[in-house]
């Protein structure tokens, strides 16, 4: 309309029909939203579950990059979505987006358009409702994991410490928090409960780990839990959980002391405690080709790996390989309190068997000494005098090295053992797609029927001086043969030991092969293919040494 002056008001005109918008909506183009994204996410800041100031710019950022279509699909997703018990919902925002990334990209490697996800059974959130009016604790919802408490309301000291949280596997994959919770409490106070969850299905992963306040509860929970019927043909599967802190790095020059490595890692990582090397048995001056980075918490050390292990990132221009080092359960008190073999490394190629067994034959009688690369097997007759061998002699120098001594681990259980190789196996496969592009479709990951086989992996043949086969303390030979090489033959070397944890050891093959430097996706290939081969033929890099 025109004005006294005949200027014509700046006021815009509303066309009828259009929707009212909220004043947040001119932000949202101004940050750089396509219209149609901007109006939609409009749409959700009208009924509450969403405030502009609840985004950040990371969030923000992502719906501008996200294709339109792919945008508005994201914004539906969220908006269906139960928000409850989510404090942080630009982060669950950007794991919806996440989601919808990966399901786009599988739909499209099979040539398929992704179908909607199928209605999916929630929990019972009356239920839950009732549990944290009476607990007091809180819930906190994203898109991998739903965490129940941590702290407990008013606790006042420190965090539960290690042995305090279990595992609990083989979880109904529609069983949430309301069916858990009582379960557990039964055992004692819990810290924390923490559901993983699948994005992916929305349905959980089939686990939890439950972090209770003190270790007796988390003991108790074993006990009572292991084995326990949730429901009919359904049992849970509980142990005491290690959280990791240690990772495996191969192909890394011979030649670096642990000083260097331990300086470069430092530099790409956050959180770097300790560095373990093992060295050559040839050569002590030199490394085995890998080394342990053992980091502060699981999360540094997460945060490492996945830094880490993008293939992007070279050292001392070398094209890393990082896993996890596998844990293993430490045996317990009353078990090692019958061990009488101790386990010795670091020995060199003078030191013979029968050296060996003068040595610590002056300690006591000494029933067999088996020598494998640079370490060995004693077996005693006696607890006692193989205990007070150890102390005398553990740091000792012998054969110009100074030797380790420790009482040797017994073998663990052999279908756990098969669990890490179908694992590890799964993750080799993986890095070969991420690292070269491509899948092998002929790439056998088992041997052939009735072949012997142990394990192929990031962590040597023992854990902590594990003992057993008829070869570790004499009689009988290798088994099987050999797997071809892209380098050429060999036997696989000792195993290694951390004196710091149940974390053990060193891999069969070194890493580094006759040229350091750079290689190939071809070439890492090839070198994920050993691991592959190594666990068909038969060797053992990955399961400790079984049946003493």
């Not at 996800?117 to 839950?128: N, T, Y």
Request: hydrophobic share 30%.
């Amino acid at each position: 309309m025109a004005e006294g002056n005949g200027e014509v008001s700046e006021e815009p005109m509303k066309i009828e029909g259009e929707p009212e918008r909220t004043e947040d909506y001119q932000k949202l183009l101004e940050y750089g939203l396509d219209e149609k994204v901007a109006a939609k996410l409009d749409e959700i800041y009208k009924t509450g579950k969403l405030a502009h100031v609840d985004l950040d710019e990371r969030a923000l950022d992502a719906l501008k990059e996200f294709p339109v279509d792919g945008a508005l699909n994201v914004l539906g997703q969220f908006l269906d979505s139960n928000l409850e018990h989510v404090s942080n919902k630009s982060a669950y925002l950007c794991g919806v987006m996440k989601t919808y990334r990966q399901k786009s990209r599988a739909g499209s490697s099979q040539g398929t358009t992704t179908p909607a996800p199928a209605p999916v059974k929630g929990p019972d959130e009356e239920k839950i409702k009732q549990i944290l009016d009476r607990t007091g604790y809180t819930l906190d919802v994203t898109t991998g994991q739903r965490k129940y408490g941590g702290p407990p309301p008013g606790w006042d000291g420190s965090p539960p410490g290690a042995g305090c949280e279990v595992f609990c596997g083989k979880i109904p994959k529609d069983m949430y928090e309301d069916e858990l919770i009582p379960l557990f409490e039964a055992c004692g106070t819990i810290w924390d409960l923490r559901l993983m969850m699948d994005p992916m299905t929305g349905t959980n992963r089939g686990y939890a780990f439950v972090t209770f306040t003190t270790r007796e509860a988390a003991q108790l929970a074993v006990q009572k839990l292991d084995n326990h019927e949730i429901k009919p043909g359904k049992t849970l599967k509980i142990n005491i959980s290690v959280p990791n802190l240690r990772l495996f790095v191969g192909n890394i020059p011979k030649s670096k002391g642990k000083e260097e490595i331990l300086e470069e890692f430092g530099k790409l990582t956050a959180g770097l405690m300790e560095v373990i090397i093992y060295s050559s048995p040839d050569d002590k001056k030199k490394n085995r080709g890998f080394c342990f980075l053992e980091y502060e918490s699981h999360k540094a050390a997460s945060l490492a790996k996945r830094r880490l292990g993008t293939g992007r990132i070279k050292v001392w221009g070398c094209d890393i390989i990082v896993d996890w080092a596998d844990p293993q359960e430490e045996p317990d008190e009353q078990t090692m309190s019958k061990v009488k073999v101790l386990y010795v490394r670091n020995l060199t190629q003078e030191i013979t068997e029968e050296k060996l067994k003068e040595a610590f034959e002056a300690y006591g009688k000494v029933e067999r000494v088996k020598k494998i690369k640079d370490y060995a097997f004693i077996h005693f007759e006696d607890r006692e005098n193989a205990v007070k061998a150890m102390e005398e002699l553990d740091g000792k120098e012998m054969g110009g090295s100074n030797i380790e001594v420790s009482l040797a681990k017994p073998p663990s259980d052999k279908k756990k053992k098969e669990e890490i190789l179908r694992a590890r196996e799964r993750r080799m496969m993986q890095m070969m797609q991420v690292r070269g592009g491509m899948m092998p479709g002929s790439m056998p990951l088992r041997g052939q029927p009735g072949q012997a086989r142990s394990g192929a992996g990031m962590r040597g043949p023992m854990g902590r001086g594990d003992y057993g086969w008829p070869w570790a303390w004499g009689g009988g030979t290798w088994p099987g043969r050999w797997a071809p090489s892209p380098w050429g033959g060999g036997q696989p070397s000792g195993p290694g030991r951390s004196s710091r944890g149940p974390w053990g050891s060193t891999p069969n093959r070194s890493w580094s092969g006759p040229r350091q430097g750079k290689f190939t996706s071809f070439s890492f290939i090839k070198l994920c293919l050993v691991f592959v081969c190594d666990a068909a033929n038969g060797i053992s890099s990955s399961l400790n040494v079984e049946s003493c």
